[in-house]
């Protein structure tokens, strides 16, 4: 996302197992603890989700998801899975935005929605599942997987909360985002269970195929993830079928006000269409050829876009703007020059979190640090110095007000350590954004500008559609006969002084 945070929540039980059952399936879970091997992260069978969705065209929405996944996903026997709607529940452990921006949240006064999972099948059979005390975790036990791959079937029912956020049904449409049931991310024979933030991007997911049905009332006009491959009215429903492949996550926006450009990004010879749906905008087709150059320009130093669509949308999701698979959400902005940035900030995004994720729960540096300095150097390229001097001189400026507080304050400059470590969304912009670009800056000016851009080239290429750590990129660096550890240990470590 851009600087502005966004938030969410947690919530009470959604279909609680009756106590002796519990008990009996968390002795299970410890006995078979010390069996759990990780697995993981190899690219062999496609992680796929298949969701059809009924919207009634006000809060609430039916959702069917079969969810096929590698057998060497799973860990004791079971899978996790997130259940970020219920985040934006009346009993969420956590508020989903800064209490500052609440009142612009929402709009319509305090309003909540959730997931209620009405059913569970593994392999075509009636499963028992258990959801976490915040509501926010779903756990499936799974048969000893002799296939290659465990299917699970779910039924649920969504309501979406009166709000400007990731979730809901906002002033200007519906956000649909982390609305399904998501796959825990494995890590050291455990599943990454972290709940929601205020702030930050509290999200972790492996690349996945989608298959997407909507049906929604015919008035809506439907943004989607991947390309929608058709879109028929019948009786008043508009029936939207969309499928994007190996994304890091799957979102829809509706709204009856989103008017539409289109345009075309090259990318290795090849064509990209990019669509921009947009409710308020004095140029849009400035910013559709904006997020066309952006596509062509990043495919050329990074490696190719991979996916025949990109989409930009026109939305609040509570922060400036924010990166989903193969589409982003940005907040309309008085201010032609910050929402220029906007956009290619979330477009770069596309290479660092899409193509290449990374744990944005304890390195969000990692890709939002990249994704400024790469909209930084794109105006640099496209001959406007000016305009990547004046991003470093903001973000040193902002990152040294931050480091110059009393210490009592309890900032602090050290960079890879839990989005929870941090005490207020100023510090976690400052350090995650700002010091982030200052990094990159750093390695640029040392390493050489075709060192450092065929470094990244590397770094994408050898992690796409996985997943890369710090360590990852410094090896990356490596490879193009830069040793850039020392320079990145003193940011991280917080021994760098910069002023
Ligand atoms: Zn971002």
Redesign the pocket.
């Known amino acids: ?2 600087s502005r945070p966004s938030r969410h929540t947690h919530r009470g039980l959604a279909h609680p197992l009756p106590a002796a059952l519990l008990l009996l399936v968390l002795s299970a879970a410890l006995l078979a603890l010390a069996a759990c091997s990780p697995q993981h992260t190899e690219k062999d069978a496609a992680l796929s989700y298949t969701i059809e969705l009924d919207f009634d065209g006000e809060r609430e929405i039916d959702l069917l998801q079969e969810v096929t996944v590698p057998s060497s996903r799973l860990l004791c026997s079971e899978l996790a899975f997130h259940l970020y709607p219920n985040a934006f529940s009346e009993t969420s452990f956590t508020p989903i935005c800064p209490a500052e921006e609440k009142e612009e949240v929402y709009y319509n006064g305090e309003s909540f929605g959730e997931i209620e999972i009405l059913s569970v099948e593994t392999c075509g059979k009636t499963s028992n599942y258990e959801i976490s005390e915040d509501g926010c975790i779903l756990r499936v036990p799974c048969p000893d997987a002799a296939e290659d791959t465990v299917t699970v079937a779910l039924r649920a029912r969504l309501l979406l909360p009166e709000c400007n956020a990731r979730f809901g049904v906002s002033e200007d449409g519906v956000h649909l985002t982390g609305f399904y049931p998501v796959l825990c991310m494995a890590e050291d024979g455990e599943w990454r269970t972290e709940g929601y933030s205020p702030f930050g991007d509290p999200f972790f997911s492996e690349s996945a195929d989608y298959s997407v049905t909507l049906r929604a009332p015919e008035g809506y006009v439907v943004a989607s993830s991947g390309e929608i491959l058709s879109s028929e009215v019948k009786g008043g429903v508009r029936t939207t079928y969309a499928e994007a492949g190996r994304v890091r996550d799957f979102a829809l926006f509706l709204s009856r006000d989103f008017k539409t450009e289109h345009t075309t990004a090259e990318t290795d010879g090849r064509e990209v269409e990019v669509r921009y749906f947009f409710t308020d905008d004095p140029d849009p087709r400035a910013t559709a050829l904006l997020a066309a150059r952006a596509v062509t320009r990043f495919s050329s130093l990074f490696g190719a876009y991979p996916y025949p669509v990109f989409s930009v949308v026109q939305a609040d999701t509570g922060a400036g ?1 924010m ?1 989903f698979g193969s589409l982003v959400a940005v907040t309309p902005d008085a201010s032609r020059e910050n929402y220029a940035f906007t956009v290619v ?2 477009t770069a ?1 596309q290479w660092w979190f899409g193509i290449v994720g990374s744990d944005q729960l304890n390195e969000p540096w990692l ?2 640090g990249l ?1 400024e300095f790469s909209a930084a150097y794109f105006f640099l390229q496209g001959g406007e110095p000016e305009r990547y001097r004046d991003a470093v001189l903001a973000a040193t400026a902002h990152y040294s007000r931050f480091a110059a507080l009393p210490e009592e304050v309890g900032f602090s400059g050290k960079m890879s350590r839990p989005l929870s470590s941090y005490v207020s969304a100023g510090e976690y912009v400052a350090v995650t954004y700002s010091k982030g670009l200052l990094l990159f800056d750093t390695l640029f000016t040392l390493a050489g500008e075709n060192s450092f851009i065929a470094a990244l080239a590397d770094y994408c290429r050898t992690h796409a559609y996985d997943t890369a750590t710090a360590d990852d990129l410094a090896a990356a660096f490596l490879s193009q006969g830069f040793d850039a550890s020392g320079v990145m240990n003193a940011f991280i470590n917080d021994t760098a002084l910069i002023r």
């Open positions: 996302m851009t703007g990166e900030h979330e995004h890709d939002e994704t």
